[in-house]
């Protein structure tokens, strides 16, 4: 669903990029080209279709954005979690390791001095 939505996306943009560079700012472009005011498609209605076409390009886009952010896949929380946060919980508490006795090299040389004798 939510690639069909990218796509349509995709295609109202260039629509809209069309339909804008058509236009002119000031009243020519697409409508200039047209010399008789009561045509069908004359001067006036071009530049009226042009402006509607314009504006519902993009509220069409604005809903389309909207239903896009609702349809983004959910991905599982799992995999999103980071490798630090994996080595955080799985990280041993130093405390809760058991003590072993260890003996410095000195005791060590001691001991075995008295094993001997």
Do not use: H
Request: proline fraction near 4%.
């Amino acid at each position: 669903m939510y690639n069909l939505i990218a796509v349509l996306i995709l295609i109202v943009c260039v629509l809209l990029i069309l339909i804008v560079l058509v236009q002119n700012s000031k009243g020519g472009g697409l409508a200039a080209n047209f010399s008789a005011a009561n045509t069908i498609m004359g001067a006036r209605r071009s530049a009226d279709f042009l402006e509607k076409a314009t504006w519902t390009l993009a509220s069409t886009l604005l809903v389309l954005s909207l239903l896009a952010s609702i349809a983004i896949p959910k991905v599982r929380e799992e995999s999103e979690r980071s490798l630090i946060e994996d080595q955080l919980e799985n990280a041993i508490d130093p405390e809760r390791l058991p003590a072993f006795p260890t003996a410095t090299p000195e005791q060590t040389e001691d001991n075995a001095e008295n094993n001997q004798e």
